[in-house]
């Protein structure tokens, strides 16, 4: 046991540790609240006595807060910065990563990338890329380990569970995938698309959907630029083992590198997530709440596919 705590200081489980490594290698940066809400939405229905709402949320995260420490002090995990709200932001190394694959049973080479922002300015995008894969999954809380809490937080996890069901797992989920419109799946070519979050869910009616995900920074000319390239992806042409062209999406590395790839693949929806902002001050930034801006904001949708359609 002494041996144990040494070697985890902060007295982690190998659950909790897998907890991070899972959460971290989808998301590849997060907070420990996001890590929480996604692989252990009970907790959020804890500690609701504490008198205010950091000390509720120090309590329930203080377990993932651990594993990531333990995990730091192994060599597979940094801490990558704050958030504008002064919350740590979570980062796997490459070993991190690597450990992360075989968690989600995945080859390393179909982790994806690391978000161009991690650890600076706050990371407000890969923050608002989580968020809105949180709000896709809709985590269930077990409504067995809030036995004994508050009749309210009880309430809670209730409507929690009898809401309308989310859309995959965590694992359904792979985040920074490049779509090469030219050049190889592990080298694409400059100019190729470049999916914030892939969603392959086929029990849920998702076969494959590519996100973009915007916090409404980015000149409507950039963001039609980013169809374009989704676009020729799909109509890329490559031979397949047989000798015969198909369709990129279709090939069976498809299937590999895009998680739901392959035939399964065909219709796919391509799909920008963006945050309608409050109306900023002088300054230009938001007027909403600075520790977590993206949280509740409204979203706005456009779905791209085949007849192209907006929503």
Known sequence: MAGKRKANE?????GLRGDVLSVLGV???ATADQIQRLA???LTYRHTLKKTAALQKEARTAAHRGAANDLRRHGLAVDSGRTRGGEEVRLLTEDGLAAAAIDLDREPEEMGGMPKSAGRSGASHPMTVNETVIA????KPDLDLVVGEPAEAVAAAQAAVDAPKGIGS????????????KGTWKNP????????VVVTAPGDGVPLLFIEVDNCTEEAV??????????RFFKRMEKDTDGIEKPMRDLPCCATLVPGGGASGRGARRSLWCRRRDRPGRSGRSNAPPDRPHAGADLCRVAVGPGFRVG
């Open 136 to 139: 896709l999954i809709r985590p």
């Open 170 to 181: 965590i694992s359904s989920y792979a985040t920074e995938v490049a779509l090469p419109v």
């Open 189 to 196: 070519a400059i100019g190729s698309a470049r999916a914030d």
């Open 27 to 29: 998301l590849k940066v």
């Open 10 to 14: 902060a007295g982690s489980s190998n």
């Open 222 to 231: 950039l963001i039609a630029a980013k169809f374009d390239k989704y676009a």
């Open 40 to 42: 252990s939405p009970h």
